[in-house]
């Protein structure tokens, strides 16, 4: 069974920092996703990615957010200058259709906590 | 909006005890619904879907059914295992759209 795989799983930063969270999609998916869940909130979708650009993204990806595929295989998203609130546990996840039918495939999680 | 309300956890059962999990939506249009478990480590998993009114959604033994008139989509299962011990995250999928819209996640824990 293919995964989506995330790396760290845990990452501890100070307030301000820059982090770089980590995924490897499905290799023949083609459209890319990062939601996040604050602890007892619910999942939010951050930012869908499709052919090298975003296609959409919510009012919490603000300017200190962005998303890369550097390289074909990895996803990444980085956060600028991270704030308190941006703890929280991050998921990447990734599908090969658009269509609500189609199966999205979600990594375990990155756990991210600002200090 | 589009929204997803589920049942607040964690859920504590016994052994082959009953299994119900609410969920509730708020959409615009018709849209799909679906239940994804989490195991402790894993990634969230696709466990079943239902994409229009009246369907049941089915898998290793948990169901759910799609009912516009009340707009839910509850999760059941007959006799839980510990095995089943995970979290259980309720989405919807709103039309003309191309993200997931999540609840909270109930958390399941299953004692021998």
């Known amino acids: 069974e293919p995964e989506v795989t995330q790396t760290p799983s845990h990452q501890v930063t100070q307030m301000g920092q820059e982090v770089i969270l980590r995924c490897v999609p499905i290799s023949n998916h083609l459209y890319f996703y990062w939601y996040r869940q604050i602890l007892g909130q619910k999942v939010e979708f951050l930012v869908s990615?499709?052919?090298?650009?975003?296609?959409?993204k919510s009012e919490i990806f603000d300017d200190q957010f962005s998303v890369e595929r550097p390289d074909g295989s990895n996803f990444t998203l980085k956060i600028r200058s991270t704030k308190l609130e941006d703890s929280a546990m991050y998921f990447c996840a990734s599908r090969l259709l658009a269509g609500a039918t189609d199966t999205q495939y979600f990594g375990p999680g990155t756990r991210l906590t600002v200090l | 909006g589009n929204s997803v309300t589920q049942m607040e956890g964690p859920v504590t059962l016994s052994e082959e005890a009953f299994l119900t999990i609410n969920c509730t939506y708020t959409?615009?249009?018709?849209?799909?619904l679906f239940w994804y478990v989490q195991y402790p480590g894993e990634g969230l998993q696709l466990l079943l879907k239902?994409?229009?009114?009246?369907d049941k959604g089915s898998n290793k033994g948990f169901e759910a059914t799609y009912r516009k008139e009340t707009t839910s989509f509850h999760l059941e299962k007959g006799s839980v295992q510990v095995s089943d011990s995970a979290v259980y995250f309720c989405a919807l999928w709103a039309s003309g759209t191309y993200k997931y819209i999540f609840g909270t996640g109930t958390r399941l824990k299953v004692l021998a």
């Open positions: 990615f499709y052919n090298n650009e975003i296609s959409e």
């Open positions: 959409a615009t249009g018709y849209p799909s």
């Open positions: 239902a994409t229009k009114a009246d």
